[in-house]
């Protein structure tokens, strides 16, 4: 068996995928965004409760998709949970370089480590799209997407 | 099958793969099993080689220069057009015009023939089962002109409802699209008979022929269909190039829609006349390499005993579609009688971008999403599934390849 997939599809990934945390609607969300992939129909859509001073309070999110797609949202909630807009926004950029094969400057050890289970996409650029799609809604939430 | 079974001719595949240098490239390390032809085709070294020679001993601009090239060039081009012409059985050449492909030709259909025809409120009618390139375009024409696309919905096994599509056609329908095969179900329509009971009520037909003239025999004439739209990178030829077939009569009526060099008799400051059909509609620098890639890959096609080709993938078809069907976690999505060669399926527990992503790292090519066809998918309820298409350089090996990497891909997703 290829070494690399099983690097990309490893259980870490595929129990967020199976049982995604912080799955479902959130009614009190005070910001929210839908993500599309029109290239293979991944959907996910983010919802996001910010304190006064923007951090994340609360987090969900609801899709259909990939097990890379899935998985990442659900790490992803993990991650921006109780985080300060600056700290997300460290996480975001630090993410964006791991799935990429690159080293993130400036990132937390304890989300490092989180998120290397998503380093073995860097061996399936084609799929990148796939895992970010979930940070960039995020980041749309925040920016747009005040309800 | 009776006593009467049609002895099916022999079609030696292995000699056809050595003409596609690419099939015998490893991909990872593994033999490559090239299960989207559907999506595009390879091509076979005759080709290639006939595109460089051209370029290298002929080539010029077309029906500008006086030069002796331009002069070869010309010849090639319109030779090129007589190639298609005969490929798809039309009356005459001046009925085949070069597009840049399938999607142009649709959209050279919706400008310049129906959009000056369309009230508001008049309809349009087109299968479910289309792909994008033949929904797009009239959805301009609702969007911006107000006409009523009207759906005809396929059978749970993906035929044509064809009573439902007689239905569909009343006194405001301007004209019928459809697919003359399904790029997801492979379902084969009914061509004549949809011709036959359109033109009953006065209405014209326009078949998109992206994946139909890839496998069947197509006959313009016998068909008397209207319109018939190829592209050349499905049919074995390169990218770049697609034609239409246009009834004369529909041509001679039809507006201009790109303007620009060639397509003009005279241009003064007042006023234009314009070429006479097909060089009205062919606007620019037309793909002139190309279009001798193209009549070249039609040839290559056409040298082949047409019937033992369809058979071969035929028996592709069937061994996939026995050795999915003997899985029972996977769906088969599409199982019209008589369909062409593409399989599309689902697989439970696997969304069909992972499960594509792994048949990749096995070497084995399938396309997955949704395939251009969201229409079709929202019908069966799904958001993507994978596909195999056939092509007659595939064998056996390529659908075993495939089924084997379904069973590793259940391994590490299940």
Redesign the interface.
């Known amino acids: 068996m290829d070494n690399s997939l099983r690097e990309l599809y490893q259980e870490v990934i595929l129990d967020h995928s199976r049982h995604p945390r912080h799955y479902g609607v959130l009614e009190a969300a005070t910001h929210k965004a839908e993500g599309y992939n029109p290239l293979c129909g991944d959907r996910v859509t983010v919802y996001l409760v910010l304190d006064g001073q923007g951090r994340v309070a609360d987090i969900r999110f609801e899709g259909k998709g990939c097990a890379i797609s899935q998985a990442s949202a659900s790490l992803m909630t993990d991650l921006l949970a109780g985080k300060t807009a600056a700290e997300a926004e460290q996480l975001m950029e630090g993410f964006l370089h791991i799935v990429k094969g690159e080293t993130p400057s400036a990132l937390p050890e304890d989300a490092r480590d989180h998120m290397d289970v998503m380093s073995g996409l860097s061996a399936f650029p084609m799929r990148v799209k796939c895992a970010t799609l979930a940070w960039h809604t995020y980041k749309n939430a925040v920016e747009e997407g005040a309800q | 099958m009776s006593a009467a079974a049609k002895i099916i001719p022999a079609f030696d595949a292995q000699a056809a793969r050595r003409d596609f240098a690419i099939l015998a490239k490893p991909v990872?390390g593994k033999p490559l099993a090239y299960l989207d032809s559907g999506a595009s085709a390879q091509k076979p070294a005759i080709v290639l080689e006939t595109m460089k020679a051209f370029a290298e001993t002929e080539y010029a601009n077309v029906h500008r220069g006086v030069h002796y090239l331009s002069g070869a060039a010309t010849d090639r081009y319109e030779a090129a057009r007589r190639t298609v012409q005969k490929f798809l059985g039309a009356a005459a050449e001046d009925e085949i015009v070069f597009t840049k492909g399938g999607t142009e030709a649709i959209n050279l259909v919706a400008y310049s023939y129906l959009m000056p025809l369309i009230q508001l409120g008049d309809e349009i009618v087109l299968s479910v089962m289309e792909h994008h390139s033949n929904i797009v375009p009239w959805h301009f024409l609702r969007e911006r002109q107000g006409a009523v696309l009207r759906w005809v919905d396929v059978q749970e096994d993906g035929s044509l409802d064809i009573a439902a599509l007689d239905a569909a056609i009343t006194p405001k329908t301007k004209l019928v699209a459809i697919t003359h095969m399904s790029n997801v179900l492979g379902t084969l329509t009914p061509l004549a008979e949809i011709v036959k009971r359109a033109h009953a009520k006065g209405v014209p037909v326009l078949a998109d022929g992206a994946q139909g003239a890839v496998h069947e025999i197509v006959d313009v004439q016998a068909l008397d269909i209207d319109f018939y739209a190829i592209t050349g990178h499905k049919l074995y030829g390169p990218t770049g190039i697609g034609a239409l077939f246009a009834k004369r009569a529909h041509l001679k009526t039809m507006r201009p829609f790109n303007g620009g060099g060639e397509m003009i008799r005279e241009v003064t400051r007042e006023r234009i006349t314009y070429a006479d059909p097909p060089a009205r509609f062919e606007a620019g620098t037309p793909p002139i390499i190309e279009s001798v890639g193209l009549a070249v890959a039609l040839d290559y096609l056409s040298g082949f005993d047409r019937a033992a080709v369809k058979a071969h993938e035929h028996d592709l078809l069937s061994y996939a579609r026995e050795g999915v069907r003997q899985l029972n976690w996977v769906r088969v999505i599409g199982d019209a009688p008589g369909k062409g060669a593409i399989l599309s399926f689902e697989a439970e527990g696997m969304?069909?971008?992972?499960l594509a992503?792994?048949l990749d790292?096995?070497g084995v090519a399938v396309r997955?999403?949704?395939h251009c066809a969201?229409v079709l998918?929202e019908r069966f309820g799904v958001?993507?599934t994978s596909r195999a298409s056939f092509a007659l350089y595939n064998t056996r090996a390529d659908v075993d390849a495939m089924l084997s990497g379904l069973h590793?891909a259940r391994e590490?997703?299940v």
């Not at chain 2, 969304?351 to 992972?354: E, M, N, P, T, V």
Request: glycine residues 6%; proline residues 0%.
């Open positions: 990872y969304h069909a971008h992972d992503t792994i790292r096995e997955a999403g949704h969201q998918m958001t993507s590793k590490i997703l």
